[in-house]
């Protein structure tokens, strides 16, 4: 199995739209890893996760072949993480794609709201047959194409919303894509016990300060990593990635990679492509 991750920020990207903090300006000086676009990341070239407003320029420096791909899980409605109006540009006469899958998008219920509005504004007279929305709800695995078992779980983020986290399972290994959350909730726990995580990726929106209870810093990474050592959910040979970082963190990349050296952690870049 393999991850790409195709944007790194948090929700205001970094260098951040109209900021001029010394983090913005650093980034924009240094460019390199340490340009960061909305959170988003494609496994296998197959699934997707997360649809934001900087899919388009994924697609354009990522070499992404979008149009192949079959399903899209979407982790929460905020819109760093879900614009649907890109949708609508995947019928005609926006997009000439004969013979084309059909999109799924999976979502929970504020995701299916924002989907069911954005489609009252469709125009195409092909699109309705080339997209599909299916509402998942926490612990109950859904079948994808292509042979992947996805679970739901609850995530710790926005108290309005039911957002998700999702395990992801094929040919005996497994991927957690634990973001957008604070610290999981017991009944998460309880799921992940005793099934072995061959990588799994954290939010680290406030890079060395704590939170807990909307996004992860540093401190709360550490703690996660070890509470999946002890339930049985991770061992030596677990991938360990930090991802989704704001501005607000402060650090650049290379200076990340540094706090976390003795940590084990991997720190994501955009396009960074991690295999286990």
């Not at 407003?53 to 697609?59: E, Q, S």
């Not at 509402?135 to 695995?141: G, H, I, L, Y």
Request: charged residues 25%; glycine residues 8%; negative net charge.
């Amino acid at each position: 199995m393999e991850i790409k991750y195709l944007g790194t920020a948090a929700a205001e990207g970094w260098p951040a739209v109209f900021c001029t903090c010394e983090a913005c300006k650093r980034a924009r000086k240094l460019g390199g890893k340490n340009i960061r676009t909305r959170s988003q990341a494609v496994v296998d070239n197959t699934v997707l996760i997360d649809l934001p407003p900087d899919t388009y320029l994924h697609v354009l420096r990522k070499g992404m072949e979008i149009d192949t791909i079959e399903s899209v899980l979407i982790t929460h409605s905020h819109q760093d993480h879900f614009y649907p109006m890109e949708l609508l540009m995947r019928g005609e006469p926006y997009a000439h794609r004969p013979g084309a899958p059909v999109l799924t998008v999976y979502g929970n219920d504020k995701v299916e709201a924002a989907y069911r509005l954005a489609m009252e504004m469709n125009d195409s007279p092909t699109l309705h047959a080339q997209l599909d929305f299916k509402r998942v709800r926490p612990f109950e695995p859904v079948g994808l194409p292509g042979g992947y078992v996805v679970t739901p779980l609850a995530a710790n983020h926005a108290k309005d919303e039911n957002c998700l986290v999702y395990l992801l399972e094929k040919d005996g290994k497994r991927l957690f894509y634990g973001h957008d959350s604070g610290n999981y909730p017991e009944e998460t726990w309880d799921y992940l016990r005793g099934k072995m995580i061959g990588l799994a990726s954290f939010d680290c929106t406030n890079i060395e300060a704590p939170d807990g209870n909307y996004h992860m810093g540093l401190p709360d990474n550490r703690h996660v990593k070890a509470r999946m050592i002890r339930e049985g959910c991770a061992g030596e040979n677990t991938v360990f990635v930090i991802n989704h970082f704001s501005h607000n963190g402060k650090l650049m990349h290379e200076e990340i990679v540094d706090c976390v050296r003795e940590d084990g952690f991997v720190v994501a870049y955009d396009g960074m492509t991690v295999g286990f």
